[in-house]
């Protein structure tokens, strides 16, 4: 029987990252196994429905009107260019479909604008997310009536290092937004980046919140930094394959349930790095060339890998 807890101590977490690695693996895949089928990963496709201008200054960010990234801001899509990709992103196998908008938190008006959108892509029968900032709980609340399956919103780092890489909200202000869309009986979708020039201790302290939340999000994505010239963290050394793969090995561990995304970053990884975490337990990815701003593997070489590996979409 899997255990959910949600009292793990940071000893405890760090105890687990200091495993021998095959014997970590060995044990978060055994407990993959308990809860999912072990060749199956979920595909998501990501569009970013409103580019840059965002007034906050997370260092990793290419959108963030602080830093001189070069990308062109855009305003909110057009509803049928929206669909139109989501459409494409259907044809290629997606089962999700999730919509990013550079904002701190959404106006009554944009989400206004949004909430068609989310319908629309429901009624292609295909699961829907957004992430659009921080909500008040009356904005989640509209939300969940509109139908929305998935919110993201990541606490990104440690709560010690938050305030190494984001100064314009607070840590509290993210799990705030989390309870709101936990309130509203939302799925949360929740995890964070690596190589934000975080110690083994500040991911042990990351998982910690996420698995000590009152429910454990549903989907955990683990990022790689995509770098972003211009930005803060352009050249801050990336984490190695091994400390990569021991964070999503130990966050399986810990949130046994829920479904954790080897997210961005796919296109510095080989293939043997991204079917080691697929045994480690990640279980699900972005499909389909673009993130928000950056590249991810084309769909044709995924097919491949998963072919190769034998797993099902
Ligand atoms: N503005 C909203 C927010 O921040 O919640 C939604 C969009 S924001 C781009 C979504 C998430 O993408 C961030 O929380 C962060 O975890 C991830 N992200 C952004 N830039 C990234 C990068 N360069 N590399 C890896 N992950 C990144
Ligand atoms: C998540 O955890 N990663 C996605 C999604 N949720 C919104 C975003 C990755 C962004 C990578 C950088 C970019 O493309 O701008
Ligand atoms: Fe804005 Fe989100 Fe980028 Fe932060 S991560 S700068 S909130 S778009």
């Known amino acids: 029987m899997i255990e959910i807890r949600n009292d793990w101590k940071i000893e405890e977490i760090e105890a687990l990252f200091a495993m021998p690695f095959n014997d970590l693996l060995f044990t978060a895949h055994s407990i993959h196994r308990e809860s999912f089928d072990p060749n199956k990963v979920q595909v998501s496709?990501?569009?970013?429905?409103?580019?840059?201008?965002?007034?906050?200054?997370?260092?990793?960010?290419?959108?963030?009107s602080k830093y001189d990234t070069g990308l062109e801001r855009e305003k909110l899509m057009d509803i049928d260019k929206v669909l139109q990709q989501a459409m494409v992103a259907k044809e290629q196998g997606a089962s999700r479909f999730c919509m990013g908008a550079a904002w701190r938190n959404p106006t009554d008006k944009s989400l206004d604008k949004v909430i068609p959108m989310i319908q629309g892509v429901k009624d292609m029968g295909m699961e829907t997310c957004v992430t659009l900032g921080m909500l008040t709980q009356e904005q989640a609340f509209t939300l969940k009536e509109a139908g929305l399956d998935y919110y993201n919103h990541n606490i990104d780092t440690s709560k010690e290092n938050y305030s190494n890489v984001i100064t314009t909200r607070n840590f509290q202000d993210r799990l705030d937004t989390l309870e709101a869309v936990q309130n509203a009986d939302i799925s949360v979708c929740s995890g964070g980046i690596l190589g934000l020039g975080e110690t083994q201790t500040d991911r042990a302290s990351m998982l910690q919140t996420l698995c000590n939340l009152e429910s454990h999000p549903d989907s955990v994505p683990i990022n790689l930094l995509v770098p972003i010239p211009g930005t803060p963290f352009e050249n801050v050394d990336p984490p190695s394959e091994v400390e990569f793969v021991r964070t999503i090995a130990v966050a399986r561990i810990l949130m046994p349930k829920s479904v954790v995304r080897l997210s961005a970053g796919r296109t510095e990884m080989g293939e043997a790095m991204q079917a080691t975490c697929f045994f480690a337990g990640a279980n699900s990815i972005f499909y389909g060339e673009q993130l928000l701003t950056t590249d991810n593997p084309n769909t044709k070489g995924d097919q491949e890998l998963f072919e190769k590996l034998g797993i099902n979409i």
């Open 45 to 64: 496709s990501l569009l970013n429905i409103k580019t840059g201008a965002c007034p906050e200054d997370c260092s990793y960010c290419s959108q963030s």
